[in-house]
């Protein structure tokens, strides 16, 4: 089935909402004093949530901050950015996360995160995110979630939710390998990929899905992934585009723009963000790839992982004034 229009009610995003100092120097932990920059609003469903309104889509927010600056920091960015807020929950005890980031040489990161021990961790079912659900359109799902067992049970209540009033639901899988031998862990992803419509996984991300080693080649991965009644499959290729595939229909490759990358983080959650938002207004699959694949590519020429993300004209007039990968995978 197509994703569930725009009318139907916001995209909403549940998990996490941080701050991010980002290392202006490339290098190897945070063993010294270094040169950062930030804070800048940051989180995976967070990045997503604001590409997906910056570019005309319905969409709201559910997740807690602490009652500090870096908190305001994230609900202000989000306000002006016309995310609803509403389901946004503050913690009166615990601070905002944070994540502290530095690019190696080799392109690899080091991190020092406050994640699920800071306010995020603590999201809870509150009256104000039952008011959100209730009228949402189409849930997106972010993989880090699954780990943690108290907001897998929000995700699962949420995406039952939406579904029974017609809405859909989209996965990015975000999924180490680890991730899957923890069994628990495992149960979820496949609880989570029964309930999906739109997949967004990116590298090895659509063979761990599929639970299949690479050499079975895409093909058997997308069509065992159909088979469990995903309908739309959308793979993320870093500096070579993306492709989608349709339960019925071909597969569509879009290359990627040609960009000099600076900070690479968000650019899948702008990359979902945009295609989501897009597919819900109607746009064709070709043409919301494109946007998509604008989206990521314009979100890394900037430091900070939404600070990239496009409105509708700036996505035309980078797309307008970018060269394409010509040949590609
Ligand atoms: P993340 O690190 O945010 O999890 P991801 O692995 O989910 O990212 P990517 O494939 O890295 O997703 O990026 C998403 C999309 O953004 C790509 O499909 C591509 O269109 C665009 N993109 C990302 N990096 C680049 C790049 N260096 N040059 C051009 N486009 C890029
Ligand atoms: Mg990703």
Redesign the pocket.
């Known amino acids: 089935m197509a994703l569930a229009p725009d009318r139907l009610g916001p995209t909403i995003c549940i998990g996490e909402i941080l701050a991010e100092v980002v290392a202006t120097t490339v290098g190897s932990g945070f063993a010294e004093p270094i040169p950062m920059l930030g804070p800048f609003p940051s989180g995976a469903p967070t990045s997503f949530i604001v590409q997906c309104s910056r570019i005309g889509g319905s969409a709201a927010m559910i997740g807690a901050v602490g009652d500090d600056a870096f908190g305001q920091l994230n609900i202000d960015r989000m306000t002006r950015e016309g995310v609803d807020v509403s389901g946004v929950n503050i913690d009166p005890d615990l601070p905002t996360g944070t994540a502290f980031v530095r690019y190696r040489p080799d392109g690899t990161r080091d991190f020092v995160f406050n994640l699920w021990t800071s306010a995020a961790g603590r999201l809870a079912w509150t009256d104000a995110v039952d008011a959100v659900v209730s009228r949402a359109g189409h849930l997106h799902v972010g993989g880090t979630l699954l780990g943690v067992p108290a907001l897998w049970s929000m995700v699962e209540c949420a995406a039952q939710r939406v579904r029974a009033r017609g809405g859909t639901v989209s996965f990015?899988p975000?999924m180490r390998k680890e991730l899957q031998s923890d069994r628990e862990t495992a149960a979820r992803v496949s609880a989570m990929l029964a309930m999906t419509d739109l997949l967004l996984p990116?590298?090895e991300e659509l063979f761990l899905a599929a639970e299949m080693p690479q050499q079975n080649g895409e093909e058997q991965a997308i069509k065992h992934l159909f088979s469990l009644g995903i309908s739309e499959i959308v793979t993320?290729?870093?500096?070579q585009?993306?492709t989608a595939y349709q339960v019925a229909g071909d597969a569509t490759h879009a290359p990627?723009?040609v960009?000099e990358?600076i900070d690479?983080?968000?650019?899948?959650?702008c990359?979902g963000g945009a295609y989501v938002a897009t597919r819900r207004l109607g746009m064709p699959v070709d043409q919301a790839l494109i946007y998509?694949?604008a989206a990521?590519?314009r979100n890394?020429t900037r430091r900070g992982p939404m600070e990239g993300a496009g409105t509708q004209g700036e996505l035309d007039a980078f797309m307008a004034g970018t060269e394409r990968v010509t040949c590609s995978t």
């Open positions: 990015d975000n990116s590298g993320k290729r870093g500096a585009g993306s990627a723009f960009v990358e690479p983080t968000g650019a899948g959650d990359f998509a694949n990521g590519a890394v």
